[in-house]
């Protein structure tokens, strides 16, 4: 079968309302008090995410066979981790930034305590999401795929790359160290939300291992081309100010190898990637859902490598 | 038999010794990079914390039965959760507060990024040692204690507390906007330590209830006791600086209703806490492994109510 672009373009969308309605649930809008708190957290999850990392995972777990909302929490909650993640990388003792997809940052809006609560808050709830999903599927691996994202999201993944990000402002870093920081800061969580995905849907050792490797290189290109678009994108594009890596004094892969050899290196990357996902194909996908939620994944990651916001 | 004084602190030191030992062991002291992180965790979980919701954790699972070492993992999570609520509410923008425990705070020590880093890493952990517990015991309802720890430190918890608490400050607050906060601050972790241990102990929904009541109790005149003692103590045998409250502009109960109704709401409360105990002794502990735990757990509750610091 062919996968048309209007087919992509409707079934991404259709992902992202299935999301934002669960979201919608996930976070009280009335009734409940403190109220800011809901407010604090819900405008930050509302504020035009792009959905990429639980698109990839439901991408990734129907590709492999998933079915049913099981999933829906785990995608949801990866969305409150990184959407907590950007609260407090806004916050002023961080990144200092003022806008935020186009938007006043939580902090600019509700005060910098509202923001590191509900930071706090998004992180809480994304666990509380998936310990009640654990709960109400247990012969689903729930426990598997919440292992995954609590690695990724900790020390030695997210916040180890947040920590190392922090250290190495104004300073001169070497490529080492900015591997190190885009691996854990960004790639971690990606790769964690195909795993998941993966783990949810009861695949083999074989194709968890492919589905990392597709999704390590996925995210790394996905943070390369952030610092590409950093240069040559315009604010209204990218929704957030650019030159905020030279404002911030922060190294990216251009200032350490340059514009060129960057985009060679999210070239080469994004060729791993479509390969572990063909190779994924070949493996496992053989009957026709399978192979169109295949397709799906494939549009999705060249959509991504070729993205310019 | 008899529980003497020298057999409650014998037994509590112990206790306090597992702790540390096994919180040692999950967060990494050399060879990891960035050691920063893991500096400042440790800095915090090592600063001298009494262990009281670990321990009642373990106190409550043994008394109801429970043996063997599959509470550690919980009760050293729901000590970190306690760190991070601390560290983040020491913070400039929230109470900044320049001394814990008698030690500088630590973003006093460490910097407010890495600070909220560090109390963002500890939440993270938690969850991540109470997951691998659980993929470890399955036999043990390890995401029952998982569920009752997400909710209890999430917004409709500690989170709400601290929220409320914040939008409080030189504010006239009434008593019951008091009472939610100290109810979710403070008594909503150390009522799930307690209900954690039960559930991990598979009591009954009986035996569950009666301690969420002893658990709630407890909380509430353990917060109350924290107000008088602002008042009443000094910074030495406190080890953080007295009348915080009213340099803070907050209102406490002594603010509120006074120092006698605060004494003699406390005592109330201690007397509930300990009825609710002696139904769960004469409910459950029949054999005598279960009697000497009980009467630790009787012990400590005695000992909290009567603390001066």
New interface residues.
């Given amino acids: 079968m062919t996968y048309t672009k209007e087919n992509f373009n409707n079934t991404f969308k259709e992902k992202i309302n299935t999301i934002n309605t669960a979201l919608d649930t996930y976070i009280p809008i009335q009734n ?3 109220e ?3 407010d604090s ?1 819900r405008y930050s999850i509302f504020a035009g995410g792009k959905r990429l990392r639980p698109i990839l995972m439901m991408a990734c777990y129907e590709a492999l066979g998933g079915h049913g909302d099981e999933i829906i929490p785990f995608a949801c909650a990866i969305e409150m981790i990184h959407t ?1 993640s950007l609260i ?1 990388d806004d ?1 002023p ?2 990144d200092n930034d003022d806008f935020r997809r186009g938007k006043p940052t939580n902090h600019k809006v509700y ?4 923001a ?2 509900a ?3 998004l ?3 994304a ?2 999401t998936m ?2 999903a ?2 109400k599927y247990p012969q689903i691996p729930c ?2 795929a ?2 995954i994202i ?2 990724a ?4 993944g997210m ?2 790359g ?3 990000d ?2 190495s402002e104004n300073k001169d870093i070497d490529i080492n160290t900015l591997q ?1 920081i885009h691996e854990n800061k960004t790639a971690a969580m990606i790769c964690a939300a195909v795993k998941a995905g993966a783990a949810m849907a009861q695949a083999s050792i074989e194709e968890i291992q492919i589905v990392e490797r597709f999704g390590y290189c996925l995210g790394m290109a996905f943070q390369i081309q952030d610092d590409i678009l950093d240069v040559i994108s315009t604010t209204e594009q990218l929704g957030k100010p650019i030159h905020s890596d030279i404002k911030n004094h922060k190294s990216t892969y251009v200032s350490i190898v340059g514009l060129e050899e960057s985009k060679q290196y999210v070239e080469k990357l994004s060729k791993e990637a479509s390969d572990a996902l063909h190779t994924l194909t070949n493996h496992t996908l053989t009957n026709h859902i399978l192979q169109e939620n295949g397709h799906f994944l494939l549009s999705l990651t060249k959509y991504l490598m070729h993205r310019s916001y």
Avoid at 111 to 114: F, S
Avoid at 153 to 156: L, P
């Fill in positions: 409940e008090i403190p800011i708190i809901y957290m907590y407090h916050l003792t961080m005060g910098e305590a509202v590191l609560l930071g706090d808050a992180l809480n709830l666990f509380e310990i009640t654990a709960k426990l598997d919440l292992d609590a690695k999201s900790g020390t030695r916040i180890g947040q920590t190392m922090l250290l190190y």
